[in-house]
């Protein structure tokens, strides 16, 4: 089982932690909760909690381990993981549960941390270019120089970089592909979530979707954005009745109870580079994914 993410609503007051767990996580007795809880397996708000009685309210966030799950453990980067490399960049594919960059709680694994293991004689030259959700695995650009960072924060900025990606989605769809257009909010604090707001006051994001397949209650979607917000595809699929196999954030908790990890894939980057070259680069999903299970 899967860490499981929370954020604590239809709390009306504060509630005991082991008493409002219980009613958002209806599967799980309140004498498992406690036991997690007891055993240093809960969370709030990013700190370790081991009292039941802990009050909780609306928008706090709780993360719970379950005694059984064993700390990832992400494998050293290796020549299957580089695309390309020169003077000036690496594409290389980042696995999943791999931070973009350093976080406050495990500030050594990152991806350039990651890539500097293998390539320890450009461990002082690699800068960060751009982001993915640490679930979410593929293309990425390392940049070995500012100058080329610069070059290709400009690039990102003016949309000039083209992405896709593949989604696992719950649900079914009746369209062959379609452009979405929503404002979306910045991340909550409390709830680490986006929203779509009903006005133009938001971030504005755009994607066009492609079904790929589809069979049973899975669709597999080809997700081509044009901006770059937070969340962007995990938010704009769950409001076409679309939500990412194993999205514990805008999922459903019950549906997404067996999956792994967030079926989410940078598969594709184009874009002209430093040298003024086109370049476009692909990659498979992982094979974790086993899509014949799905689509056979």
């Not at 996580?25 to 809960?42: A, F, N, V």
């Not at 980067?77 to 594409?91: C, E």
């Not at 994607?207 to 954005?225: A, R, S, V």
Request: charged share 30%; with cysteine.
């Amino acid at each position: 089982m899967n860490p499981i993410d929370i954020t604590i609503a239809n709390c009306p007051k504060k509630e005991r932690l082991d008493i409002a767990l219980t009613g958002q996580l209806p599967e799980m007795s309140r004498r498992k909760i406690r036991k997690i809880i007891d055993s240093g397996g809960c969370y709030l708000n990013k700190k370790r909690v081991r009292v039941a009685s802990r009050l909780v309210s609306n928008g706090d966030q709780l993360k719970l381990y379950p005694p059984n799950i064993k700390k990832r453990v992400i494998a050293p980067m290796s020549k299957k993981d580089l695309l390309f490399q020169n003077d000036d960049y690496f594409i290389v594919c980042k696995p999943r549960y791999l931070p973009s960059q350093a976080t406050r709680s495990d500030s050594k694994v990152h991806l350039c941390a990651w890539v500097a293991e293998y390539f320890p004689e450009f461990k002082s030259k690699l800068k960060l270019v751009h982001r993915l959700d640490i679930e979410t695995s593929g293309l990425m650009i390392v940049a070995l120089n500012i100058k080329t960072q610069k070059y290709f924060f400009e690039l990102f900025k003016s949309r000039e970089i083209q992405k896709e990606y593949y989604a696992l989605c719950h649900g079914k769809v009746f369209w062959k592909s379609k452009s979405v257009v929503d404002y979306l909010s910045k991340i909550s604090q409390h709830s680490g979530k986006v929203r779509i707001l009903t006005s133009d006051d938001g971030l504005f994001a755009k994607t066009y979707f492609e079904t790929i397949d589809q069979k049973g209650d899975f669709t597999l979607m080809n997700c081509k954005p044009s901006t770059g917000r937070s969340h962007q595809l995990r938010i704009q699929l769950e409001n076409q009745s679309l939500p990412i196999v194993g999205d514990k954030k805008y999922g459903n908790v019950i549906q997404n109870k067996s999956a792994d990890s967030l079926y989410l894939h940078a598969k594709k980057l184009s874009f002209i580079d430093p040298d003024q070259k086109e370049q476009s680069f692909e990659i498979d999903v992982p094979s974790y994914w086993d899509l014949k299970k799905y689509f056979a």
